[in-house]
């Protein structure tokens, strides 16, 4: 049950795009289409933001979308603003029935 | 609207005992997994717990099994965390998560838990 690899930090500047990865195995990430993401602010409890990979639930704005290659799934958010800056975790169903998460990545908008 | 409301944190001695609960509203608790989530300060996400809709399966991360013990209650719309044998590194915010193998939908505010003599 080893941490999904996601980078530390990542930044950009408001109106840019930025993409946070996310490093499994083909015990989790690369055999199941069920990878989701999360956005924690300070002192918030975290939120989903994406779902099986690509799906956004209802409220959570288009600026963010999900993808897949392989064992690495990805976090997109585009027109970055302010308000996007939060720590962002993402997790996987594994082949032993669990979820695991990956380390979080803090984002840092300019 | 999905409301989670934790409680049962608390201070405690290692080696000692503590009983979380999560009382769930705003969707049909009887059919859905159910799921906990720790944090220890500072820290990242960690899994730690999830119970299906009618209790007859559970899963846990490897490092709390035979220590914890995830149950629910259909009729009371809660879902339990009994957990043993406390050591100071569960010390963490313990959030309940509506959800399981597919995401977890909505999350509880979290109840804190510190373990130190």
């Known amino acids: 049950q080893s941490a999904l690899t996601q980078p530390a930090s990542v930044s950009g500047s408001p109106g840019q795009s930025i993409t946070i990865s996310c490093t499994g195995t083909s015990s989790d990430v690369g055999s199941y289409n069920l990878v989701s993401w999360y956005q924690q602010l300070p002192g918030k409890a975290p939120k989903l933001m994406i779902y099986q990979v690509t799906k956004r639930p209802s409220g959570v704005s288009n600026r963010f979308s999900g993808s897949k290659s392989g064992n690495t799934a990805s976090l997109t958010i585009s027109g970055l603003q302010a308000e996007d800056e939060a720590d962002y975790y993402c997790?996987?169903?594994?082949?032993?029935?669990?979820?695991?998460f990956g380390g979080g990545t803090k984002l840092t908008v300019l | 609207e999905v409301q989670l409301v934790e409680s049962g944190g608390g201070l405690v001695q290692p080696g000692g005992s503590l009983r979380l609960s999560c009382v769930a509203s705003g969707f049909t608790f009887s059919g859905n997994w159910m799921s906990w989530v720790r944090q220890a300060p500072g820290k990242g996400l960690e899994w730690v717990a999830s119970?299906?809709?009618?209790?007859?399966?559970?899963y846990y991360v490897d490092s709390v099994k035979a220590r914890f013990t995830i149950s629910r209650d259909n009729a009371k719309n809660s879902v339990f965390l009994q957990i043993n044998s406390l050591r100071a590194e569960d010390t963490a915010i313990y959030y309940c998560?509506?959800?399981?193998?597919?995401?977890?939908?909505?999350w509880g505010q979290g109840t804190l838990v510190t373990v130190s003599s």
């Open positions: 997790c996987s169903y594994t082949s032993s029935s669990t979820l695991v």
């Open positions: 998560a509506w959800g399981g193998s597919q995401q977890l939908t909505s």
């Open positions: 119970i299906k809709p009618d209790g007859s399966e559970k």
